[in-house]
């Protein structure tokens, strides 16, 4: 399903507040140099210029989030058996994220398989999930680390949004997507968008044609398996890499996490936290022993999983929104186009090495 409404500029902030009014609102606010994602405030401004430093992950996957609490305590009539109590700590409260680039909404498209799917899944994840609703802002250009359209999207990709919002003349076309999304524009303060509908193709024409021409990435996932065990290529291309992680907690689709228990007494709770495989004790053992002992092993897990284990598991789907930000944030410049680019032409070299011997 598709509603097209047209909001006027002036009517932006009405239409906030009567989002607000109804769910917890969040919006993307200056901080400094940055700009980040937070409660709605009318008295401050809302930061629609600048794409947001961060993606909108933290609101349906916190950083920290408790899962459970929980109670030792003894059964009184038999000292010897302990008992132990365990209430969940489930998450509650519609959430409306405003602002969002697309590439940020379309990460948790990556995240449904995962949380969301098969027989296990996580309750928590799909609470959050299916109780906030993202009205995103198609990009009116792209940035120099940007390359989503390498990835199968775009600059006013729809998909993981519930309201696409397309800039024209005096204000915005709102296009609903989802079911949730056609509940957002339902508001007196939208008008029918079809005086518009030339601008929005315009506005899609003037977008995709600025793009440069993006690479085939089609033998990404069989180059990043062949060359899996060349330690040589790998230590090589990580080599500028200072392992701080900045890329994983920025990326619209990383997910790994780590679990804790923190107890005061006979009370306590468990955290699920975000945990980082670029950082050496991601996969250190209990022994000592660690089978990714070196930036090139770390870094070539992380590769690999986006462009060819992600895709081997979910119908060829790249675990990357090329949103680009751990290209711009990274401190030492490492950037991961460069490094898919250059697995397929090592691969491909090698192959016909192999073939010529």
């Given at each position: 399903?598709?509603?097209?409404?047209?909001?006027?500029?002036?009517?932006?902030?009405?239409?906030?507040?009567?989002?607000?009014?109804?769910?917890?609102?969040?919006?993307?606010?200056?901080?400094?140099?940055?700009?980040?994602?937070?409660?709605?405030?009318?008295?401050?401004?809302?930061?629609?210029?600048?794409?947001?430093?961060?993606?909108?992950?933290?609101?349906?996957?916190?950083?920290?989030?408790?899962?459970?609490?929980?109670?030792?305590?003894?059964?009184?009539?038999?000292?010897?058996?302990?008992?132990?109590?365990?209430?969940?700590?489930?998450?509650?409260?519609?959430?409306?994220?405003?602002?969002?680039?697309?590439?940020?909404?379309?990460?948790?498209?990556?995240?449904?398989?995962?949380?969301?799917?098969?027989?296990?899944?996580?309750?928590?994840?799909?609470?959050?999930?299916?109780?906030?609703?993202f009205i995103t802002l198609a990009c009116a250009e792209s940035g120099a680390a940007c390359f989503c359209h390498w990835v199968g999207s775009g600059p006013a990709d729809a998909t993981g949004s519930d309201v696409l919002l397309i800039?024209?003349?005096g204000g915005y076309v709102a296009e609903a997507i989802t079911e949730k999304g056609a509940e957002l524009v339902a508001s007196s303060l939208l008008t029918e968008a079809d005086a518009n509908a030339d601008a929005v193709e315009a506005f899609r024409k003037k977008v995709t044609e600025a793009l440069e021409p993006a690479p085939a990435l089609d033998a990404a996932p069989e180059s990043l398996l062949a060359i899996f065990d060349d330690m040589d290529f790998w230590g090589a291309i990580s080599s500028k890499c200072i392992s701080c992680g900045a890329c994983t907690y920025l990326c619209p689709t990383c997910y790994c996490f780590n679990f804790t228990d923190e107890s005061r007494g006979m009370e306590g709770k468990r955290l699920r936290t975000w945990d980082n495989c670029m950082s050496f004790q991601f996969t250190q053992e209990a022994s000592g022993h660690n089978p990714r002992p070196t930036k090139g092993h770390r870094l070539k897990n992380r590769v690999g999983h986006k462009f060819s284990y992600y895709p081997g598991l979910h119908e060829g789907a790249f675990a990357c929104c090329g949103c680009g930000r751990c290209i711009k944030s990274c401190p030492a410049g490492v950037d991961i186009r460069e490094i898919v680019l250059a697995a397929m032409a090592h691969a491909k070299s090698a192959g016909k090495e192999q073939a010529h011997d």
């Open positions: 399903m598709q509603t097209s409404k047209f909001l006027a500029e002036a009517s932006l902030g009405a239409w906030l507040d009567e989002l607000a009014a109804k769910a917890e609102l969040i919006v993307p606010k200056r901080d400094g140099n940055a700009v980040v994602f937070g409660p709605y405030d009318p008295d401050v401004p809302v930061e629609l210029s600048q794409e947001a430093t961060a993606p909108p992950k933290s609101i349906v996957f916190p950083p920290c989030e408790e899962l459970m609490h929980f109670t030792q305590g003894k059964d009184p009539e038999d000292p010897t058996k302990p008992l132990l109590q365990l209430e969940e700590t489930m998450p509650s409260g519609r959430k409306v994220v405003f602002g969002a680039r697309p590439c940020g909404a379309r990460g948790f498209t990556i995240f449904d398989p995962v949380f969301g799917s098969g027989e296990i899944r996580d309750p928590y994840y799909e609470a959050r999930r299916a109780d906030t609703a800039p024209v003349e």
